[in-house]
C-alpha cells in the first residue's frame, strides 16, 4: 500500500535561518507531488507541484523553493525564513492520469521567531 | 478550474444524518466534483467523488443535482469524529498537474 511521510512533525526557526522539509511517498511510482501552506484559520494554499524528477512548478512567488532529486522525494526550502513563512505545510501526491484522489501527508507546523 | 461556494459552518447532533450543500453554477460538462475533509491538526483526506450519477462509499454519499450546479454531501450518521472542515472542488480532466483548488470549506461542528 502507498504511504506518505513527511518530516519534522513541528518546526520553531528563527526569521533569516534557512529550512529544508523533506516528504517521501512509498508504494507508488511517477506520483505528481504537492507541496501546500495553510496559515492559521485559513484554507490550504498550494505552493508548488511536480509531475517529475528535476520539473518544479511554482503556483505563488515566494521566499520559498522546491526540488524533487528522486521520484519519490520532494523537498520544500528557503535559505532565508520570514515571519510570513509560518504556517502548516502539507504534502501530498496522486497518480498520474485520470482523475485519482491526493492523499496528504500529517504535515509539518512551522513556526518562526 | 470553477469556483465552488459552501456556507462557512454548520452543525449538527451526533448520530444525525449531516447534508453538506455546494454550489457550482459555473461548472463545465467535464468537471468531476470532489469533497474531502480536513480534521483538525491534520492533512485533508479524501471523501468521495462524482461527475453525474450519485455516489455512495464506505464514508459517505454524494448526491448531485440533475443540472449539476450543485451537490450535497451526505453523512448517513454524524459522529463526534466528523466534526471537520469540508471542502467541495471542482476539477477539470485536463488539469495538467491535477491540482486541486481548495475554498474555504465548511465547518462541521458535531455536537453530543
Known amino acids: 500500500s502507498q504511504t506518505i511521510h513527511q518530516w519534522p512533525a513541528t518546526l520553531v526557526q528563527p526569521v533569516g535561518s534557512p529550512l529544508s522539509l523533506e516528504c517521501t511517498v512509498e508504494g507508488t511510482s511517477n506520483p505528481n507531488l504537492y507541496w501546500y501552506r495553510q496559515a492559521a484559520g485559513r484554507g490550504l494554499q498550494l505552493l508548488f507541484y511536480?509531475?517529475?524528477?528535476?520539473?518544479i512548478s511554482s503556483e505563488v512567488p515566494q521566499n520559498l523553493s522546491a526540488s524533487r532529486p528522486q521520484d519519490r522525494q520532494f523537498i520544500l526550502s528557503s535559505k532565508k525564513l520570514l515571519l510570513s513563512d509560518s504556517g502548516f505545510y502539507l504534502c501530498a501526491w496522486v497518480e498520474q492520469g485520470g482523475n485519482q484522489p491526493q492523499h496528504f501527508g500529517d504535515g509539518t507546523r512551522l513556526s518562526i521567531l | 478550474d470553477a469556483k465552488t461556494t459552501q456556507p462557512n459552518s454548520m452543525e449538527s447532533n451526533e448520530e444525525e444524518p449531516v447534508h453538506l450543500p455546494c454550489n457550482h453554477s459555473?461548472?463545465?460538462?467535464?468537471?468531476?466534483i470532489h469533497w474531502y475533509r480536513q480534521l483538525p491538526s491534520q492533512g485533508p483526506e479524501y471523501v468521495i467523488h462524482g461527475l453525474t450519477s450519485n455516489v455512495n462509499n464506505r464514508m459517505a454519499s454524494l448526491a448531485i443535482a440533475e443540472d449539476r450546479k450543485s451537490s450535497t454531501l451526505i453523512l448517513h450518521r454524524a459522529t463526534l469524529r466528523d466534526a471537520a472542515v469540508y471542502y467541495c472542488?471542482?476539477?477539470?480532466?485536463?488539469?495538467?498537474?491535477?491540482?486541486?483548488?481548495f475554498g474555504g470549506g465548511t465547518r462541521l461542528m458535531v455536537k453530543p
Open positions: 511536480s509531475v517529475g524528477i528535476g520539473q
Open positions: 472542488i471542482l476539477r477539470a480532466p485536463n488539469n495538467a498537474g491535477n491540482m486541486l483548488t
Open positions: 459555473t461548472i463545465s460538462g467535464t468537471d468531476y
